[in-house]
């Protein structure tokens, strides 16, 4: 087989494609390169190594820019990667797949590619999220789940929360308060949102609750639309305290009482804390309530 000839075709046809039929780019682009990759991968075996140098400076000389030494190992490793896992991820752009192709793990993979495709993410803002570790930051109960297809459907409000929990400092306030903590969510609260999971909403910061004859103040009240329930969020720049569990307990049961309808579900508190106590938690017996560390940037 004469490799060279069969990846320089690959590409030109790609190339009308792209000219023609606008709407099938990504398709076009995806199945030349895993088809290239391939190619790549047969004849590096055939040939050695630098062979696809050889073919990188031919298709430069023939085709112009964009099949250079870095593009074509891409591609090789692109083939090698999805021939061994799922389906062609159509509905991403070359560019997407490229930061994907930083991994080895097929789970991580296949997390980002989820996420892309179901928030729209640009490959800006999949690169960030992979800059920021954010598979990394699952819990590992999590992941596990998401590795099978039934578990993966039956996921809960709580177990796409990361840790910790990455909280911008962009006014560089040296001393860290519940009340500066709060107002560093504030000033980005899509990007906290985007912390816990998919589906939060803010509804109140400081949201006003009267037990007895006292007035309580619960520091953010969310509601994610996905799973159908309140979400409290209380803010400690401390350990974790057995007496935080209960506070956050109570105005749970608040919300439950006063806010949530018939067809809603129980409200879930997380404690965002400076550090975690997992003897504390070990003895939760209240599955709706998590305490994730947070971190500031």
């Known amino acids: 087989m004469n490799y060279y000839n069969e990846i320089k075709n690959e590409l030109i046809n790609n190339e009308i494609t792209k000219r023609v039929k606008d709407y099938s780019k990504n398709r076009s682009d995806l199945t030349t390169y895993y088809n290239v990759g391939k190619l790549l991968s047969e004849a590096g075996k055939h040939y050695g190594e ?7 400076n031919k298709l430069t000389k ?4 964009g099949y250079g030494l870095s593009n074509l190992k891409n591609m090789r490793k692109f083939y090698l990667v999805f021939s061994k896992s799922q389906a062609l991820p159509d509905q991403l752009t070359w560019s ?7 991994f080895d793990n097929i789970e991580v993979i296949n997390y980002y590619i989820d996420i892309s495709v179901k928030l729209n993410l ?4 999949l690169r960030e999220r992979i800059k920021n570790k954010e598979y990394e930051r699952l819990d590992e109960k999590t992941k596990l789940k998401l590795q099978k297809t039934e578990d993966k459907n039956n996921l809960e409000v709580i177990d796409m929360v990361k840790e910790p929990i990455l909280i911008k400092n962009k006014v ?4 860290i308060s519940e009340k500066v903590l709060q107002n560093l969510i504030l000033e980005d609260i899509p990007s906290f949102l985007e912390e816990l999971g998919t589906g939060f909403t803010f509804i109140k910061n400081e949201y006003k609750i009267k037990l007895g004859d006292r007035y309580n103040y619960i520091d953010l009240l969310l509601f994610n639309y996905v799973y159908n329930c309140f979400v409290v969020i209380e803010l400690k720049v401390t350990e974790l305290k057995k007496e935080h ?8 049961n608040y919300i439950d009482k006063n806010l949530k309808t018939i067809n809603q579900d129980k409200t879930i508190g997380i404690i965002i804390i400076r550090k975690n ?6 003895y939760c017996s209240d599955e709706r309530i998590l305490a994730k560390e947070y971190v500031i940037l």
């Not at 640009?122 to 803002?125: C, F, H, P």
């Not at 560089?172 to 001393?175: G, S, T």
């Not at 569990?245 to 109570?250: E, L, V, W």
């Not at 106590?277 to 070990?282: A, G, R, T, V, W």
């Open 50 to 56: 630098g062979i696809i140098k050889e073919y990188s």
């Open 62 to 65: 023939e085709l112009g820019k």
């Open 96 to 102: 997407h797949c490229v930061e994907l192709l930083h």
């Open 122 to 125: 640009s490959y800006r803002q």
């Open 172 to 175: 560089n306030y040296e001393v």
């Open 245 to 252: 569990i209960g506070q956050i307990q109570t105005y749970m």
């Open 277 to 282: 106590n997992k003897f504390i938690m070990e």
